[in-house]
């Protein structure tokens, strides 16, 4: 009688193999949850950075002066963006754990101080924006001035390389992270909540780049980023796994690439939105 047989006879006599089959189901389903709550938390920091993004441009009635409606909305953005990201973050940290133990913390150090990164050029980023912005607005007619060109440069040039680099950063720091946890497939369900995050941040992405004048930067940080998720998903196709952080930065920096490419081609360059009376 062989070592196998004889394990699985003794395990069958005293219950150990119907333990450790519960324990490998249970385990299985907390992953299922763990990862279906990843693409869920994916959707939600997508969702949170078009609204947050974009919607304030649109709203400019009068709320309290100097406050308009714009900035009102605009200073929930950090308090809803950053912890979205956060938890997924915290979503992918749980299944690094449980999935690859053995690489400890120390692997840890690198993907979370990228994401810190991130997290302090966003916020820094968006305050310098929200009140550079609406003290911009009082100068009307004022466009000569040296305060109205030192206001310009905090609103329209510091604060949203630091802002949009900060949202690029948060990208790099989310993909490292994953990197350290294993997948299987994508459910059709899981697929479909990821498919619809990328369309909401790939969208978001060319249209802050294009608004805030980054497209210097952001562009090329998008083809790389694609690029580089392309390689993950192809290594990952091998495997037969799908990493959803991958196929959701995968696909929304794809989008982001071929709505900038066709703006700049369209436009001969990269005309922001408000210069043509869109906003």
């Not at 993907?111 to 916020?123: D, E, M, S």
């Not at 900038?260 to 436009?267: D, P, Q, R, V």
Request: one cysteine or more; a positive charge.
């Amino acid at each position: 009688m062989s070592g196998g047989e004889n394990w699985y006879k003794e395990a069958r006599s005293t219950g150990r193999a119907k333990n450790e089959i519960l324990i490998f189901m249970t385990e299985g389903t907390t992953m299922r949850n763990d990862n279906t709550s990843l693409c869920r938390w994916l959707l939600a920091y997508a969702l949170s950075y078009a609204l947050f993004h974009i919607l304030p441009a649109f709203l400019q009635g009068s709320l309290a002066w100097p406050v308009n409606q714009g900035d009102a909305l605009d200073f929930l953005t950090p308090l809803v963006v950053i912890p979205t990201a956060l938890a997924a973050s915290m979503t992918l940290k749980r299944l690094s754990e449980a999935r690859a133990p053995s690489l400890g913390k120390r692997s840890d150090k690198i993907p979370w101080a990228v994401l810190i990164l991130g997290f302090l050029l966003y916020v820094d980023g968006h305050g310098i924006h929200l009140s550079a912005n609406s003290i911009a607005r009082l100068l009307e007619g004022q466009e000569g001035s040296r305060l109205f060109r030192g206001v310009y440069l905090y609103d329209e040039v510091i604060s949203h390389f630091m802002w949009d680099g900060g949202v690029f950063l948060i990208s790099v720091g989310l993909l490292l992270l994953a990197r350290r946890a294993s997948f299987g497939r994508l459910t059709t369900a899981q697929s479909a909540l990821v498919s619809a995050a990328a369309a909401f941040y790939g969208f978001a992405y060319a249209v802050n780049s294009i608004e805030g004048q980054t497209v210097v930067l952001m562009f090329p940080a998008a083809g790389a980023a694609f690029v580089w998720c392309l390689g993950l998903y192809l290594r990952d196709r091998k495997r037969n796994a799908q990493d959803p952080v991958v196929f959701f930065f995968l696909c929304g920096y794809l989008l982001s690439v071929i709505l900038l490419a066709y703006w700049g081609i369209k436009n001969s360059g990269f005309p922001e939105f408000s210069d043509l009376g869109w906003i």
